[in-house]
């Protein structure tokens, strides 16, 4: 099965720039839809974008949408979150996940439940 790594995470300040890395190992992740998730605590955790196997598909959250580019490279075996234009709302410990599966699915692959496959999260802070 499929282990995660994501990293990159660090503080920034309003209207910065940030790149999480979500590398795999144990199994090719070409195979996988991925998604980004983020959770403040107290709070649910929320779905950002989803990639579908390929890297063709790629969805975002409304309020990401714009500001956020999710990418991947099946040959290196990671998928990556460009996060520009950050703002203090963006700070959250960030996760991404990972499912045996082409597409992201209904829900454009932002429902938690979907994903059997979990990185530990690295930390996102946004000072303003």
């Known amino acids: 099965e499929v282990q995660l790594q994501a990293s990159g995470g660090g503080v920034v300040q309003t209207g910065g720039s940030l790149r999480l890395s979500c590398t795999a190992s144990?199994?090719?992740?070409?195979?996988?839809?991925v998604g980004w998730f983020r959770q403040v605590p107290g709070w649910e955790r929320e779905g950002v974008s989803c990639i579908s196997n390929s890297g063709d598909v790629v969805y975002y959250e409304d309020s990401v949408r714009g500001r956020f580019t999710m990418s991947r490279d099946n040959a290196e075996n990671a998928v990556f979150l460009q996060m520009n234009s950050l703002k203090p709302e963006d700070t959250a410990v960030y996760y991404c996940?990972?499912?045996?599966?082409?597409?992201?699915?209904?829900?454009?692959?932002?429902?938690?439940?979907?994903?059997?496959?979990w990185g530990q999260g690295t930390l996102v802070t946004v000072s303003s």
């Open positions: 996940a990972a499912d045996p599966r082409p597409s992201c699915g209904a829900g454009d692959g932002a429902r938690p439940g979907d994903y059997d496959f």
């Open positions: 144990g199994s090719s992740l070409d195979a996988y839809a």
